[in-house]
């Protein structure tokens, strides 16, 4: 088969109408720059919210749970060995939030190949004082270089450094929230009441935003030692690790590892935020439905036009198969006018589409969930552009065959003879 | 014995629309190399009918077809594309040439796609057949711009383009005036007499016809005479 001569056949064809031609182009074009616009910012915005939650929650999470002890007394007597017996009216045991032996089980778990690493924290529920009102808060200590790599701190910082945390002695990081109800600002003085009633006074050195008012009003940051003396507790005094795990599929598995390596409780992300899952999917089926329903859509515009060439060259067509064109040589004409509409839309649509997500990024989109943010989201990702320039290839290939497959089929006779 | 380009054997045609009717009736003649003969007979006898059946473009017959000594019966429609481009030059009674291309591209477009020849040689080619039909200055037109007569002579050498064994014609001065008609008629005997070209034309024009070397007439879809001339 001769390609140069079918090709230019095709192109001449094509340009015999040039307008539909066009027409059946931008139509590709559209669909495939909206489907890469849609596409880009929704994945954008599902990586946003993904990380709200995401970035702030430890893959994996070993405390202490408040519970009853699973060993009652009564089952350590020998007196009543092999008995049933009923306990009614079990309370927690007394046991400490504080998690046992921590250094050691940092240790274990930074030498874990399977970990990033560990975040300690210091969970310290206190009142904020101000004037004669107590607000009820809670105060997290953190270990700031851990909390930053792991949790991306600065994220949420909307004033004041996080290196003051640890450079500036007694210092906090209020919430939002917390800040305003107090009327205080960076540099001012707060006081505070630990659990068990002991007053520290600390230093406003940053504001923090977390994007979710109740947590906003009530939750303040300090380094784990400031914590630890606001509680009255020692330097081993920690209430949860915070681990982040390279596979974090992985999570359920490790968490329930850790439990029994550790005896500690353990809670992995998946259990946490079942639901996050769930919102990702539907839009990203919805950013494709939209996408593909645009391209069949364009794929219908260039089957018209096809048709209606067909028709129109009817004439053409039964010449080309008297004088020596097979109907595939005639098919081919029609696929190739097709895929040549499909590739110059498809590849404008590219850029389009790669325009109008430059667009949308630029975009001022300001939320209080994100301090930082302020455009939309939009992810450039290079595999979206590939399955963008597929779809147009197939659906104008798809477009294209049948119209082709009626070309191909003329009779020539019955054409000539027609006339 | 003479050499035979185109043997039809028992060709007989059924058409189904609306009933089963025969159109040709177990036709059976031979075409020797370098004659020009004619076809004729009343509208309705199956002339055009069995010009299609021996282009190769009808393939729904009984009966046997052989061309330039090859049996085109039972062919698929790939080889037969194959076989018209090589062997068969066709002149019908509208032009066909394509709007897109300007005449010389018109006339090549058959070379090209046999692929035996280079542009260069196609092109040289084009414009020798393009002269001898004294066309040549209109080669660089499109066929919008020409008249009737000057479509139909491109026509002709488009069909010419690739040397084949036979040109056929289907009322190639039908849509022609008189002066027109004439200058197409002495194009046809030249290449006739001349290049020893085989020519089988379908007309109802029997002037045209007599003046042919070999007049067939057609009647009820058979063949009434296959050697002698008549005159009407």
């Known amino acids: ?419 | 014995m003479m050499d035979k380009v185109l043997e039809a054997k028992n060709i007989t045609r059924y058409f189904e629309d609306p009933i089963r009717f025969k159109v040709l009736n177990d036709v059976s003649f031979s075409i020797e190399r370098g004659q020009f003969v004619s076809i004729i007979g009343k509208s309705g006898s199956g002339k055009s009918t069995l010009l299609y059946v021996l282009s190769t473009m009808d393939t729904d017959y009984e009966g046997e077809l052989w061309l330039d000594g090859l049996k085109t019966t039972g062919k698929s429609g790939n080889e037969l594309a194959r076989i018209r481009n090589e062997k068969i030059g066709f002149v019908f009674q509208f032009h066909y040439l394509l709007a897109e291309f300007n005449v010389l591209h018109n006339v090549m477009l058959p070379g090209i796609k046999l692929g035996k020849h280079s542009k260069q040689e196609l092109e040289h080619k084009a414009m020798e057949h393009l002269k001898t039909l004294d066309v040549a200055d209109q080669a660089l037109k499109s066929p919008n711009q020409l008249s009737g007569g000057q479509k139909q002579r491109i026509a002709i050498a488009r069909a010419l383009i690739n040397d084949p064994v036979i040109i056929m014609g289907d009322e190639p001065t039908g849509n022609l005036d008189k002066k027109n008609s004439d200058i197409v008629f002495d194009k046809f005997k030249e290449l006739a007499s001349a290049g020893k070209q085989t020519m089988m034309v379908v007309t109802h024009d029997a002037e045209f016809a007599n003046r042919t070397d070999r007049i067939i007439e057609m009647e009820d879809g058979r063949i009434l005479d296959t050697s002698t001339k008549i005159v009407v």
Request: net charge neutral; hydrophobic share 45%.
């Open chain 1, 1 to 419: 088969m001769n390609f140069r001569l079918i090709l230019d056949i095709s192109i001449k064809l094509l340009f015999a109408r040039f307008k539909q031609t066009i027409v059946a182009g931008v139509g590709v074009t559209f669909g495939i720059a909206m489907f890469i616009a849609l596409i880009s910012f929704m994945t954008g915005l599902n990586d946003l919210l993904d990380g709200l939650i995401l970035n702030r929650t430890p893959h994996v999470r070993l405390y202490n749970e408040i519970q009853a002890s699973e060993i009652q007394p009564i089952e350590g007597s020998d007196d009543y060995y092999n008995a049933q017996n009923f306990v009614h009216s079990i309370k927690p045991k007394n046991s400490k939030k504080e998690l046992r032996n921590v250094s050691a089980i940092i240790e274990a778990l930074r030498a874990d190949a399977r970990v990033i690493d560990v975040a300690p924290k210091v969970s310290a529920p206190v009142f904020y004082n101000t004037g004669n009102i107590e607000i009820a808060g809670i105060v997290n200590g953190i270990e700031i270089a851990s909390e930053e790599k792991l949790f991306h701190f600065s994220n949420y910082v909307i004033k004041g450094q996080i290196s003051d945390l640890t450079n500036v002695s007694n210092s906090i990081f209020l919430g939002k929230g917390v800040a305003q109800k107090m009327m205080v600002d960076i540099g001012d003085v707060v006081q505070i009441t630990g659990a068990k009633g002991q007053t520290s006074l600390l230093k406003v050195v940053g504001i923090v935003q977390l994007g979710l008012a109740d947590l906003d009003n009530t939750i303040s940051y300090a380094d784990i030692r400031t914590t630890q003396t606001i509680l009255g507790e020692g330097p081993s005094y920690i209430t949860d690790l915070q681990v982040k795990l390279y596979d974090i599929e992985s999570a359920p598995m490790v968490a329930k590892e850790f439990k029994y390596k550790f005896e500690l409780d353990a809670i992995d992300i998946q259990t946490a935020n079942a639901q996050f899952e769930t919102g990702s999917s539907v839009r990203t089926i919805i950013s494709y439905s939209v996408g593909v329903t645009l391209l069949i859509v364009a794929g219908f515009g260039i089957y018209n036009i096809l048709n209606m060439l067909i028709y129109e060259k009817m004439d053409s067509i039964a010449i080309l198969k008297a004088t020596g064109f097979s109907g595939l040589d005639v098919k081919s004409i029609f696929i190739l006018l097709s895929m040549i509409i499909g590739v110059a839309g498809g590849i404008l649509g590219l850029l389009f589409g790669y325009v109008l997500s430059e667009v949308i990024n630029h975009l001022p989109f300001e939320t209080e969930a994100l301090p930082t943010i302020k455009t939309f989201p939009v992810q450039f990702n290079p595999v979206y552009y590939i399955i963008g320039i597929t779809f147009a290839l197939i659906t104008t290939f798809i477009a294209g065959w049948f119209p082709a497959k009626k070309a191909a089929s003329i009779d020539p006779v019955i054409i000539i003879r027609g006339k």
